[in-house]
Nanobody, 127 residues
Framework: QVQVEESGGGSVQAGGSLRLSCVAS????????MEWFRQAPGKEREGVAS????????????TYADAVKGRFTISKDNTKNTVYLQMNSLKPEDSAMYYC????????????????WGQGTQVTVSS
């Protein structure tokens, strides 16, 4: 049984930092694409960051949404089945529920809303 669980959300002031964690179990973690999404109230879910699997032709390739480039960093630790999202220089517009998704594919291609998802962790940034 695949399980995905996010943690690390919270409330911070603008300019602050948070690190989100996502543990995915029940699948070959090193062989899957891992992605972070977010969804603010009244808005569609959007892709934030992705990292390709170790069996990709380009292992560990990271991709970021334009809105977070230079501020967010995705990384993973295969020994812990965990993917991280380091978020720096947070802005009020980063406030959203953040979701982690595990996709059984080598490469992360686009921001498809499929795969295994967690319940989300809330991030609130105040001005």
């Amino acid at each position: 049984q695949v399980q995905v669980e996010e943690s690390g959300g919270g409330s911070v002031q603008a300019g602050g930092s948070l690190r989100l964690s996502c543990v995915a179990s029940g699948l070959p973690f090193s062989s899957v694409c891992m992605e972070w999404f977010r969804q603010a109230p009244g808005k569609e879910r959007e892709g934030v960051a992705s990292i390709s699997s170790d069996i990709s032709r380009t292992p560990g390739t990271t991709t970021y949404a334009d809105a977070v480039k230079g501020r967010f960093t995705i990384s993973k630790d295969n020994t812990k089945n965990t993917v991280y999202l380091q978020m720096n220089s947070l802005k009020p517009e980063d406030s959203a529920m953040y979701y982690c998704a595990a996709k059984e594919r080598a490469d992360c291609l686009g921001w498809g809303l499929f795969g295994y998802w967690g319940q989300g962790t809330q991030v609130t940034v105040s001005s």
